[in-house]
C-alpha cells in the first residue's frame, strides 16, 4: 500500500490511524466532518506531504468521488462514525445519518471507483469498516466469536450492525473486497471527554465528582489506541476479504476498577490538595437505560492468522494516558470548552422530554 482514505481521521483513533499510517510512510487523505468528536489539533504535527486533510461529510457521494479519483487510494479505511451511546439513547438520528446512510454512500462510491479502476488496482484495493464489540450485545458467559448472530442493544449498537451488513453485502453481491473488524473500548491520549477515561481523569482534576453508572459492574475489554490502529495496518494489509476480525487486548475490567486504577496513577502524579484520595470522589449514579453487563471477544483469528497481539499493558496504557492529559493543558481546555463536555447524557427520551 502506498496511499490511504481515512474516513473520520481527526477523530480520537482516526488522528492516531493517520499518525501511524504516515510514520510508517504511507500518504494519507483524511476526510472529517469536524463534529463535536473531530478536533484539528488532533493532527498538529503530522507531515503534510503525506497528509491530506479534507473537511467534509461521508454523506457527500460527490466529494467521495472526487477524492478517489483524485488520490487513488489502495484502501479506505472507515472510521467516521456518530459513537457514544448515551447520545445514541437521547437521540438517534445522527447515529442513522452517519452510521448508516454515510456508510452507503462511502460504499457506493466506493464500488463505482474500483469498477473503473485497473486489474491490478483492484486487485489491491481494500475497504475496512472498522466496527464495534456492541453488535453483539450483552454476552453472560464466555466470547463472541466471528461470524457469531449480532444482538445489538442501544440505537449506536443497532446503526454499526446495520452499516457492518451494507459492507458484508457489498462484498458479496458486487465482489467489493471489504474487511471488517470489531474492538473493545480504547483508550488513550486525545480521545473526547464523554467517555469513560478521560471524563475520570478531567473530572478528579476539576475536583469534581466522578460519576459511575449503576455499581460500576459493567465489563469491557479496555485496549490502547496505539495496538489497536496497528491492528487495523495489519488487517487492511494482509486480512482476507469478506472476513471479520476481532481486535482486543484481552483485558476486561469493571468500570468501577477502572475509575479506582485512575484514581490511584492521579494519587501519585497529581494528588489532591486537601491530602484526600482521589477514590473519595467515586459516586455512583443512576445507571442508563439498557446498560450491557459484558462484553468479551474471541481474538484467537486475528492472533492465529496474522499474528497480531496487543503489546501494551493496561497499566502501562493508563499511566501514559493519564500523563498525557496532565501535559497537554491548551487540548484539555479546548475540549472542555465544547457544549455538554462533562454533562450527563443517555437518560433517555423520555426522561429527556
Request: one cysteine or more; proline letters at 5%; charged letters at 30%.
Amino acid at each position: 500500500m502506498e496511499c490511504l482514505l481515512v474516513t473520520g481521521g481527526a477523530g480520537f483513533i482516526g488522528s492516531h490511524l493517520v499518525r501511524l499510517a504516515v510514520e510508517r510512510g504511507l500518504r494519507v487523505v483524511d476526510l472529517d466532518a469536524l463534529t463535536y468528536a473531530g478536533n484539528p489539533r488532533n493532527l498538529e504535527g503530522i507531515p503534510t506531504e503525506r497528509h491530506v486533510f479534507v473537511e467534509g461529510s461521508v454523506n457527500d457521494r460527490a466529494l467521495l468521488a472526487r477524492l478517489l479519483e483524485e488520490h487513488r487510494p489502495d484502501a479506505v479505511i472507515h472510521l467516521a462514525a456518530e459513537s457514544h451511546v448515551d447520545r445514541s439513547l437521547d437521540d438517534p438520528t445522527l447515529f442513522v445519518r452517519t452510521n448508516i446512510n454515510g456508510t452507503f454512500e462511502l460504499l457506493e462510491a466506493t464500488l463505482d471507483h474500483w469498477k473503473g479502476i485497473g486489474p491490478g488496482e483492484r486487485e489491491r484495493f481494500r475497504y475496512l469498516q472498522v466496527s464495534t464489540d456492541e453488535v453483539y450485545g450483552s454476552v453472560k458467559t464466555g466470547f463472541s466469536r466471528e461470524g457469531d448472530p449480532y444482538d445489538p442493544r442501544s440505537p449506536y449498537a443497532a446503526s454499526k450492525a446495520a452499516a457492518d451488513h451494507l459492507v458484508r453485502s457489498f462484498h458479496h453481491a458486487h465482489g467489493l473486497p471489504t474487511l471488517v473488524t470489531s474492538c473493545g473500548n480504547n483508550y488513550g491520549p486525545r480521545q473526547a471527554p464523554e467517555k469513560l477515561i478521560p471524563r475520570a481523569i478531567l473530572c478528579l482534576l476539576a475536583g469534581e465528582r466522578l460519576p459511575i453508572y449503576g455499581r460500576g459492574e459493567n465489563v469491557r475489554d479496555w485496549i490502547f489506541v496505539e495496538d489497536h490502529c496497528r491492528a487495523l495496518l495489519e488487517v487492511v494489509g494482509q486480512g482476507e476479504p469478506g472476513r471479520t476480525y476481532h481486535v482486543g487486548a484481552e483485558d476486561r475490567r469493571r468500570n468501577l476498577d477502572v475509575a479506582s486504577t485512575i484514581c490511584a496513577v492521579l494519587d501519585e502524579l497529581r494528588p489532591r490538595a486537601d491530602g484526600a484520595r482521589h477514590e473519595e470522589s467515586i459516586a455512583f449514579v443512576e445507571d442508563r437505560p439498557g446498560h450491557d453487563l459484558r462484553y468479551a471477544l474471541d481474538v484467537s483469528r486475528i492472533r492465529d492468522e496474522l499474528g497480531w497481539e496487543a503489546e501494551l499493558s493496561f497499566e502501562d496504557g493508563l499511566r501514559r494516558t493519564v500523563s498525557w492529559y496532565l501535559e497537554n493543558d491548551a487540548w484539555v481546555t479546548e475540549a472542555l470548552a465544547r457544549p455538554d463536555a462533562l454533562s450527563r447524557q443517555g437518560l433517555g427520551r423520555t426522561e429527556r422530554t
